[in-house]
């Protein structure tokens, strides 16, 4: 089974190229969801990340209040530590967990799409890391007009992520995506192509 991992900064267009890759048939482990999912209401990691940033977090149901915890862990380096430290090993466990069904059912090739894959040190299980990449200004535009977050809160979100420049220093394909659709899908045609 081949393992390919996909990462990009915020913006770039990951979540673009990751559905098209499912739409060709290749198994996608989605990372976010797996994020999503470990941090449900009552889990094991809501609670403890509950009892690390405090009550803000939570709403008054119970559930993780996302955005708070976001606002938190990305106002300083030390807290964006803490939340990574508290959410990668149950999500690395569940990407194994994947993982190992995907061998078992004889999958041939099997997509992690992960923001955080070089942080979380999952590119040490992939065969080829695939670095989505797109101009500062394009992606800007596009969180502004995804999420409605000012220039400010996105500059403030990026500086707490890798660097392009050093995410790319692991990328064994670097797919371009400041432009339109057609040439972004005409690159992951080739690479379906070259790896699948």
Not at 22 to 46: F, L, N, P, Q
Not at 87 to 93: F, G, L, V
Not at 107 to 116: G, H, K, R
Not at 125 to 142: G, N
Request: aromatic residues 6%.
């Amino acid at each position: 089974m081949k393992i390919i991992g996909l990462t990009g900064g915020i913006g770039t267009g990951k979540s673009t190229v990751s559905e098209y890759i499912a739409k060709k048939g290749i198994k996608v482990i989605d990372v976010d969801a797996i994020s999503h999912m470990i941090t449900e209401k009552g889990t094991e990691t809501t609670e403890n990340l509950k009892k690390t940033f405090g009550p803000s977090v939570a709403q008054e149901d119970g559930a993780l209040d996302r955005k708070a915890l976001a606002t938190i862990a990305f106002s300083s380096e030390e807290n964006k530590l803490l939340l990574e430290k508290i959410t990668h090993r149950a999500i690395r466990e569940e990407v194994d967990r994947q993982l190992r069904y995907a061998a078992f059912h004889k999958t041939p090739v099997v997509v992690i799409d992960a923001p955080l894959l070089i942080e979380a040190h999952l590119y040490g299980i992939c065969d080829s890391v695939w670095v989505v990449h797109a101009d500062m200004d394009v992606r800007i535009k596009r969180i502004m007009e995804r999420d409605g977050m000012s220039r400010e809160e996105i500059l403030a979100r990026m500086r707490y992520q890798l660097e392009d420049n050093m995410r790319e220093e692991y990328a064994d394909e670097l797919i371009e995506n400041s432009g339109e659709k057609e040439m972004l899908y005409q690159q992951l045609e080739e690479l379906i192509e070259k790896y699948a």
